[in-house]
């Protein structure tokens, strides 16, 4: 089975400053990874996913991540913070099968990001 | 908006007693997820459907629980005698569509409805 830790539950970041939501995952086999923003009273919008190829996958909002295989992370990054980042992001997990389909999708604690003014 | 919605937001009800929530996934998606968000935690998965076909249920779905798909399109969830620990928000997703995308698992989110038990 995988699982998913984010260990920072929050992080305070200047606006316009630079910031790293970091996200760990165990997995057995090969797996998928993405990386969810929640909006107050909203539900999940997908920011970015890791399926194959490039280990650096951008998304929008001008978020990146990168995948790393060895050290078994995926931590989301962005070079200049807005205030309407201000939210709860969520790291999630799922395995990578050969075949399309139904992957269960697991997810983390989600770390909140608050952009200081 | 061809987005999933939910209805109710919001809903308030006292121990004891059954709700129904309903979900509306995006109309071309053949798979439809339920998960449930309490505070500080990431959605924890519920159940999911294959067009009408329930695949899979968490542990998590206690007898108190039904969810159903009827005709491969909405899905409703029903929690009968409510306790207090089913205050949460309720999530549903969907996913898919007429071709298997390998590897394609993006989940759209619905709004959630939040439950609280009183």
């Known amino acids: 089975a995988q699982s998913v830790t984010q260990l920072d539950s929050q992080v305070p970041v200047f606006e316009e400053a630079p910031v790293e939501l970091r996200c760990n995952y165990s997995s057995s086999v090969s797996v998928y990874l993405f990386w969810y923003v929640q909006y107050p009273n909203q539900g999940l919008q997908l920011l970015l996913k890791?399926?194959?190829?490039?280990?650096l996958v951008k998304g929008i909002n001008g978020f990146e991540a990168e995948f790393n295989k060895s050290q078994t992370s995926f931590h989301l990054r962005k070079p200049s913070v807005h205030i309407s980042d201000t939210a709860e992001y969520f790291c999630?997990?799922?395995?990578?099968?050969?075949?399309?389909?139904?992957?269960?999708?697991?997810f983390g604690t989600g770390t909140k990001l608050q952009v200081i003014p | 908006d061809t987005g999933v919605s939910q209805d109710p937001r919001h809903k308030i009800t006292k121990r004891g007693q059954n709700v129904t929530f309903r979900c509306d996934p995006i109309?071309?998606?053949?798979?439809l997820y339920w998960y449930r968000q309490t505070l500080g935690q990431g959605p924890e998965f519920l159940t999911y459907f294959q067009n009408e076909a329930q695949l899979e249920k968490s542990r998590l779905l206690s007898d108190r629980f039904s969810a159903e798909r009827p005709k491969g399109s909405f899905s409703t969830l029903e929690i009968q005698r409510t306790e207090q620990g089913d205050s949460a928000m309720y999530l549903c997703a969907s996913s898919g569509g007429d071709r298997l995308s390998i590897g394609d698992n993006e989940q759209f989110f619905g709004p959630g409805t939040r439950l609280t038990v009183l």
């Open positions: 999630a997990v799922s395995l990578s099968l050969s075949f399309g389909g139904y992957q269960k999708v697991t």
């Open positions: 890791y399926l194959s190829g490039s280990t």
């Open positions: 109309s071309e998606h053949n798979r």
